[in-house]
């Protein structure tokens, strides 16, 4: 994805059900005069859309609430 018409293909694609929407509401409210405020929204998305291509990140996201808790406890008593 090297430009805004590329992510908004892929964004078609492999994005979730209103990603292109939602896309083009928050590009239509941005200021196109702050080029910092554009550059993050596409990097969100563009984020989104890498995530959700890696198995490792998927395998988290989708990772069920007992276990995250479970590492996070384990997590934290290392630290003590």
């Known amino acids: 994805m090297g430009n805004i ?4 293909a892929a964004l078609l694609v492999w ?3 209103g990603d292109p929407e939602q896309f083009d509401a928050e590009l239509g409210s941005v200021d196109l005069d702050n080029l910092q405020a554009v550059k993050e929204l596409v990097q969100a998305f ?3 859309l890498v995530l959700r291509q890696t198995p490792d990140a998927m395998a ?3 990772a069920p609430t007992a276990e995250v808790v479970a ?3 384990r997590k934290m008593a290392e630290t003590r």
């Not at 018409?5 to 908004?8: G, N």
């Open 71 to 73: 590492e996070l406890e």
């Open 5 to 8: 018409r590329e992510l908004k």
């Open 60 to 62: 988290a996201v989708m």
């Open 15 to 17: 994005g979730l059900p």
């Open 46 to 48: 563009r984020h989104r």
